[in-house]
């Protein structure tokens, strides 16, 4: 399953690596990255690939979160799904 | 790969917008129910309502964390049951609704509708038996919805039920008096009711229905209002042209869920409900949409072609959007669940007659209107018949779901709570209807052709 990891936060070091460590601690594949830093701001979308994880949606999305919280960003994993059906005929 | 600025603007419809799945309804037939025994066809309801919709809440939050949109209610409509309780050896029908209450905490859904009865030609011994028992019902349940059909486009409307049901609004709300006459939010009055809405309070599970099915409404006054914002002072074609996007955009989501949950819960999809439907949160109000289309107040001279243009194009944007739409689609006008609808009824501009007027262009009807607690069943039952008229000439669903708040007068509030808000009790005409109501009979079904 696809799905789309959205970071926002403050930019410091170390946001990537943190929330890569994140995937990789619970198998789930980069696909790609995006980001822009606007004024000290990140936005970083990423396409990833759970299908490789042997935990639940439910997990990685906790995981996630506790990453985010640790790295002071917002971090939410959502299927592509969603992003998809707005803006793909 | 998607773009930022579409991821964005997705994430911008949820946090700020209020973009979200408003229900998730299944429709569940307990025409399998009927025995002879109240107790054994009341536990009969119960087991099948639980083993049917025993996925549903847990099926509904996952599906709500895996995509990151709220799915705000899981809900459940039944059979009416007039027709499965009809068997029954019992004048009382309350123990069914009790039954349907029951099903649903265990199920954890927030309502359950489909305390109903179609009437709009006549009643059945069952009819009679389920409007007797609707304020007893209502009152002693929490999460039972009502609702009844009198009247409709082919058979003309029924005004013996339409004098019943203004006194049955009447004994809900006498009946309910220490919560302000809450029942009579649960107590919806149908012409042209349709059997696969998913919105409560008037949803049911009708009688063309498969077994079992899941409806999903969508919602998110807040997007298009967003939207507008960005065309101010342009035509009304772009107007229409953003609200037909906005929709599509919107309805995608509905149709994407309602895939996944059928899926999942290996039940049958039937539609989608592509309604623009309010809450009393700030940002998300059909009223302030109106008012964004360039009217300083709603219920002001324009808002019926505001709500025409509206209501049309919510239903050309969503439509493409889904395989299969159905419900009630278009803009809900729920004086006590809108805030901008609150803030006009406050100030005295939106008043009974206007938003009579709006419900011919709007999706349903009167909804969710505090009148006097002194109002009489004659005036009540004058309103449904006014409101019952529009819908069956217009060839559309017209409802009436109206709070003769007890104890209450013009200009105080009534408090609901939740998602059903509050209402400013709104002046009803003083002169009387009752020796029109007296009649009773049948108003004739309407000619379809020669239409002026």
């Not at chain 2, 068997?87 to 029908?93: H, P």
Request: hydrophobic fraction near 45%; charge should be negative.
């Amino acid at each position: 399953m696809r799905a789309i990891v959205t970071v926002a936060g403050k930019d410091h070091v170390g946001i990537i690596a943190g929330i890569c460590i994140a995937l990789s601690e619970n198998g789930v594949n980069v696909l790609d990255i995006n980001q822009t830093v606007m004024q000290e701001f990140l936005t970083m979308n990423m396409l990833v690939d759970t299908s490789t994880s042997t935990v639940s949606f439910a997990d990685i999305s906790a995981a996630l979160e506790k990453a985010g919280r640790e790295l002071a960003v917002s971090v939410r994993i959502q299927r592509e799904d969603i992003f998809e059906a707005m803006h793909r005929i | 790969m998607l773009n930022q600025h579409e991821i964005k603007e997705t994430l911008h419809m949820i946090d700020r917008e209020h973009l979200d799945i408003r229900t998730i309804t299944m429709g569940v037939s307990l025409r399998s129910c009927a025995h002879p025994d109240p107790k054994t066809a009341a536990q009969k309801m119960y087991d099948k309502i639980c083993t049917s919709a025993e996925h549903l809440v847990p099926v509904g939050e996952e599906i709500e964390r895996e995509m990151g949109i709220p799915i705000v209610n899981k809900r459940i409509s039944v059979t009416p049951m007039a027709i499965a309780a009809e068997a029954s050896e019992t004048e009382d029908y309350t123990i069914f609704a009790q039954a349907m209450d029951r099903a649903a905490k265990t199920c954890g859904v927030n309502f359950i509708g489909g305390f109903s009865a179609l009437v709009q030609k006549g009643f059945t011994v069952g009819d009679r038996r389920l409007i007797a028992s609707i304020p007893e019902a209502l009152a002693t349940t929490d999460f039972v919805c009502s609702s009844v059909n009198i009247g409709s486009t082919r058979a003309g409307i029924n005004m013996d039920a339409v004098r019943l049901m203004g006194q049955t609004v009447k004994a809900t709300a006498e009946r309910t008096k220490d919560n302000g006459g809450l029942g009579c939010a649960k107590l919806v009055v149908f012409a042209n009711a349709v059997e696969d809405n998913p919105f409560m309070a008037g949803a049911f599970h009708g009688v063309g229905e498969p077994e079992c099915v899941i409806n999903v409404g969508v919602s998110g006054p807040g997007v298009v209002y967003h939207a507008l914002q960005d065309v101010k002072g342009q035509p009304f074609d772009v107007v229409a042209e953003t609200v037909k996007k906005t929709a599509f955009k919107i309805t995608r989501m509905g149709q994407l869920i309602a895939q996944e949950a059928s899926a999942r819960l290996k039940v049958p999809f039937g539609i989608v409900d592509l309604s623009l439907a309010p809450t009393p949160a700030q940002g998300d109000s059909v009223a302030r949409i109106l008012e964004a289309m360039g009217l300083e107040v709603c219920g002001t001279h324009g808002t019926t072609a505001a709500l025409a243009l509206l209501n049309d194009a919510v239903k050309k944007g969503g439509v493409m959007a889904s395989g299969h739409v159905g419900g009630l689609s278009g803009a809900f006008i729920p004086v006590s669940e809108d805030e901008g609808m609150i803030a006009a009824a406050l100030r005295g501009t939106l008043t009974l007659d206007k938003l009579e007027a709006m419900t011919c262009v709007c999706s349903v009807g009167l909804d969710m209107i505090a009148v006097p607690g002194t109002t009489g069943a004659d005036t009540i039952a004058a309103i449904i018949a006014d409101e019952a008229a529009i819908g069956m000439i217009n060839n559309k669903t017209t409802a009436v779901r109206i709070i003769p708040a007890p104890g209450k007068k013009v200009g105080d509030m009534v408090e609901m709570g939740g998602l059903l808000g509050s209402a400013p009790v709104m002046p009803v005409h003083e002169e009387s209807a009752a020796a029109f109501i007296a009649r009773g009979g049948r108003i004739p079904a309407p000619l379809n052709s020669l239409k002026n």
